[in-house]
């Protein structure tokens, strides 16, 4: 859900990568292990 | 905004950077997953809070980079079961250059440093550039404290001049013969550096005015 920084949301999963998870996780972790600026995303699959 | 599925990855585990390479490893339970790290750029960013709690939490810290702005917030307890490490990590891809660092305190102050080198951790001393934690030989003695009222110090000369200055090291109060109670009741609530002057000698001490 992207937020526009005026309370609204919008739903960009679809096409996102997200999508194509199939787990469901008790917790998502969210960090740049990689370091290339973009947060990373780990969670149980 | 794109994600491209790894297997492999973390689920709930504490994340920190166990081996100290710049790149965020995890652990959970007896198990740890070593990151191999890369070739990209990074920036820890370590708070000590002073006038804010000792660990900054609640803190923002920002970054400007070629990249653009990110933003990290200093949180405690985030994760399930575990505990991550506290301070700002950053990614940085290719920058090699931090245009601006900012940190705003959980007290309400707001630091900016420039210039700041990639690849290292960054440890900042809450009020190291607003003067507030700069070295003082002596200390005050003040009561009480917290003050709501007035606040007398306990062991000025006559001829003492003192100052007062807020958070971001603003003066809001000064005066001289500061033998006696000085009122603070205009002073809004929050953490203030009371600093005394005689003869060259510059004495300090810290006070809560509730």
Redesign the interface.
């Known amino acids: 859900m992207r937020n526009d920084g005026t309370g609204n949301f919008t739903n960009v999963t679809a096409g996102s990568g997200m999508h194509l998870w199939s787990g469901s996780s008790i917790e998502w972790t969210a960090h740049d292990f990689n370091n290339d600026g973009w947060i990373d995303i780990g969670g149980g699959g | ?5 790894q ?1 492999g ?5 504490a ?1 920190g950077d166990m081996d100290s390479d ?3 490893d ?1 652990c959970n339970g007896s198990g740890y997953q070593r ?1 191999n790290g ?1 070739n ?3 920036l820890r960013v370590n708070l000590v809070g002073t006038l804010s709690n000792r660990d900054a939490i609640g803190a923002r810290v920002t970054i400007t ?1 070629a ?2 702005t ?1 933003i990290r917030d200093i949180r405690s307890g985030d ?2 079961r575990y505990m991550s490490f506290i301070g700002a ?5 290719n ?1 090699e250059v931090i245009e601006e660092l900012s940190i705003r305190w959980p007290h309400g102050e707001v630091e900016v440093f420039t210039d700041v080198p990639v690849n290292a951790p960054f440890t900042v001393v809450e009020g190291i550039t607003t003067g507030l934690v700069e070295a003082a030989e002596t200390s005050i003695a003040l009561y009480p404290n917290p003050a709501m009222d007035a606040i007398t110090i306990g062991n000025p000369g006559v001829n003492a001049r003192y100052e007062v200055l807020d958070a971001a090291g603003k003066l809001v109060l000064e005066g001289s013969n500061a033998n006696g109670r000085i009122s603070v009741t205009e002073l809004l609530p929050g953490a203030y550096l009371m600093r005394t002057t005689e003869n060259g000698a510059v004495k300090q001490a810290r006070f809560t005015k509730l």
């Open positions: 905004m794109t994600f491209t599925s297997s990855g973390p689920g709930n585990h994340v710049g790149y965020l995890v990151n890369g990209n750029k990074w980079s990249l653009g990110q994760g399930f990590h950053f990614g940085l891809g920058d």
